[in-house]
């Protein structure tokens, strides 16, 4: 069903239902919202549904933040534009606006990506991947309704468009994606509540990781603040007896070996001459 624009105009705050959003609200974006909105005032409608099924409730689709940033500012309406539509076109109006912002981190990008993903293929299962339009920058207050319609191209086109924007390779995309899929709320919650950023490195080996028991268990790790990366959770949870104490020392081997590689013959030199001392009796001591 196509979706039909039933009104445009203000809307209580109060009446409009903000549950299950897939990106929580950025304490810094709000702020800078309401600094530009006591300045210059709301430059552009939030996208509201009316679900006929449900007795008329009004569920967000897009807007979130403005929502927030006028309700701190004692605002009891908003100007809204109200939508008779589907779910699933909902749900890719709202990722689709999301994609378009520049201030994603790299475990937002995973989420939406995975999920637009679903709703395409649900919404279009005779097509593979992917959408005819485009996905623009915008500002804080941008109107992007970018929902793409039934002629679509393949899953290479979005993937390169989504690369090129956010400056990743094809490669980077589909693994965010893979990333996406294989997470669920509790391990998504749990990476979003951890004490250092994910990075697209933690969600690459997240991607690569082919046992769930294994994902679980590195999500809880960086969540808890008990490993630096993905990387190094994997790694520890599969580590051996005695590995623990062998692994600091190989990693600090291989960083001198490849700096000594590295250096100039010149330099090799200056480096014995300065530590001539502690060298010759490190030689002595594994010479025994």
Avoid at 79 to 101: G, P, V
Wanted: glycine share 6%.
């Amino acid at each position: 069903m196509a979706a039909k624009l039933l009104f445009t105009g203000e809307l209580p705050i109060r009446d409009i239902d903000v549950s299950d959003r897939l990106r929580p609200l950025s304490e810094t974006a709000v702020v800078s919202l309401m600094a530009s909105i006591e300045e210059v005032g709301q430059q552009s409608e939030i996208h509201v549904r009316k679900i006929r099924h449900q007795g008329g409730r009004m569920k967000l689709i897009l807007g979130r933040h403005r929502i927030e940033a006028l309700s701190r500012l004692g605002c009891t309406s908003i100007a809204s534009k109200l939508w008779d539509c589907t779910d699933d076109w909902a749900r890719m109006a709202e990722i689709d606006d999301n994609l378009a912002h520049a201030d994603l981190n790299a475990l937002d990008l995973a989420v939406f990506l995975a999920e637009r993903k679903t709703v395409y293929e649900r919404m279009y299962p005779e097509a593979k991947w992917g959408a005819k339009g485009r996905l623009s920058a915008n500002g804080s207050q941008t109107d992007t309704m970018s929902v793409w319609g039934s002629e679509a191209s393949d899953i290479a086109s979005f993937a390169t468009s989504v690369a090129e924007q956010r400056n990743l390779s094809e490669r980077q995309i589909r693994r965010l994606v893979a990333a996406g899929q294989a997470l669920d709320r509790e391990t998504i919650q749990q990476l979003r509540n951890a004490p250092n950023r994910v990075t697209l490195a933690d969600l690459q080996t997240l991607a690569k990781c082919g046992v769930e028991a294994d994902r679980r268990a590195i999500c809880a790790a960086l969540a808890a603040g008990e490993a630096k990366s993905a990387k190094a959770a994997l790694t520890a949870r599969h580590a051996k007896p005695g590995d623990a104490a062998r692994q600091p020392a190989d990693l600090d081997a291989r960083r001198l070996a490849d700096a000594f590689a590295r250096a100039s013959q010149e330099g090799r030199k200056r480096f014995a001459r300065d530590h001539l001392e502690a060298l010759q009796k490190l030689i002595a001591q594994v010479s025994k």
